[in-house]
C-alpha cells in the first residue's frame, strides 16, 4: 500500500506542465457554460431602521460625535489669511457636509456572458464575447433618506501653506470637525433648527429608481467602429 501511494505521489509530482493558451473570438464561441448570475447590493451608511417611524434614520449611536459622520472637501489653495481670501497659505477652508447618511437597496443586476454581435469597419459581420449587465424595472432601486442634513464651510485654527503637511493635536483645531449647533439664542433659527448642526442647505431622497436596460462590456480592437 505504501508502494502505490509513493508511485502516485511521484507520478504526480513528476507529470509535466501545460501552459495556458488565450482564446480567440472564434474558440469563446464554442465554450458553454451556465447561465448567469442575479447579483443584489445594499448600502447602509450611518442608518438604522427606526420601528416606530417605519423608515431609515441617522443612527444616533454610529454617529453620537456627529463631527464623525460628515464628508470634507478641502479644494486647492484656498486659505484665509488675515481675513482676507489667499491662494499661498493660511487658515485651510472646508465644504463641509454634515449628517451624511442613506441607504440604497439594489434588488437584481443581471450578469451574464453573451456574444456581441456588431459590423466591422470593413463591413464584415463579427462576434466578440462580451460580459452583459442588466437591470429589470419590476426591480426598482431603492433609495431612502439618501443626502446629508447640512452643508457648511469650515476653518482650519492653524495656519499651512500650499504644498506643505501641517496638523494639530487637538480635533476640533480642523474645519472639517467643528461642532456647532442652532440653540434657542442662535438667529437666524427657528424652533425646528434647535437641536441642529448649523449649515445652509440640506439635501434629502426618497423613492424609486426603476431601470430597464443592458451594459455591455468587451475587449476592444480596431475593427469595432468605436474603437
Not at 448570475?37 to 416606530?52: C, F, G, I, P, R
Not at 460625535?65 to 491662494?87: F, H, M, P, T, W
Not at 480635533?171 to 449647533?181: C, E
Not at 427657528?190 to 455591455?216: I, P, W
Amino acid at each position: 500500500m505504501k508502494k502505490a501511494l509513493f508511485l502516485l505521489l511521484a507520478s504526480t509530482l513528476l507529470s509535466p506542465a501545460y501552459a495556458m493558451d488565450a482564446l480567440s473570438d472564434e474558440d469563446l464561441k464554442m465554450v458553454q457554460g451556465q447561465s448567469g448570475a442575479d447579483l443584489s447590493l445594499k448600502l447602509s451608511l450611518n442608518q438604522k431602521y427606526d420601528e416606530t417611524k417605519g423608515k431609515y434614520v441617522l443612527d444616533d449611536v454610529l454617529c453620537k460625535d456627529v463631527e464623525y459622520c460628515r464628508l470634507a472637501v478641502s479644494v486647492n489653495n484656498r486659505y484665509i489669511k488675515n481675513g482676507q481670501a489667499s491662494s499661498s497659505d493660511g487658515n485651510k477652508l472646508w465644504l463641509v457636509f454634515k449628517g451624511i447618511q442613506g441607504t440604497i437597496n439594489i434588488e437584481k443586476i443581471g450578469l451574464d456572458g453573451v456574444d456581441l454581435s456588431y459590423k466591422a469597419k470593413g463591413g464584415a459581420e463579427k462576434i466578440k464575447a462580451a460580459m452583459q449587465l442588466s437591470f429589470d424595472a419590476t426591480k426598482a432601486i431603492q433609495i431612502r433618506n439618501f443626502g446629508f442634513d447640512a452643508l457648511a464651510f469650515g476653518q482650519d485654527k492653524f495656519s499651512s501653506s500650499a504644498g506643505t503637511e501641517v496638523g494639530s493635536s487637538v480635533a476640533a483645531d480642523y474645519g472639517y470637525l467643528q461642532v456647532k449647533k442652532y440653540d434657542a439664542t442662535n438667529a437666524p433659527g427657528s424652533v425646528y433648527d434647535h437641536g441642529r448642526e448649523t449649515g445652509f442647505m440640506g439635501v434629502q431622497m426618497n423613492g424609486n429608481l426603476a431601470l430597464q436596460g443592458k451594459v455591455m462590456v468587451f475587449g476592444c480592437d480596431a475593427t469595432h467602429p468605436r474603437c
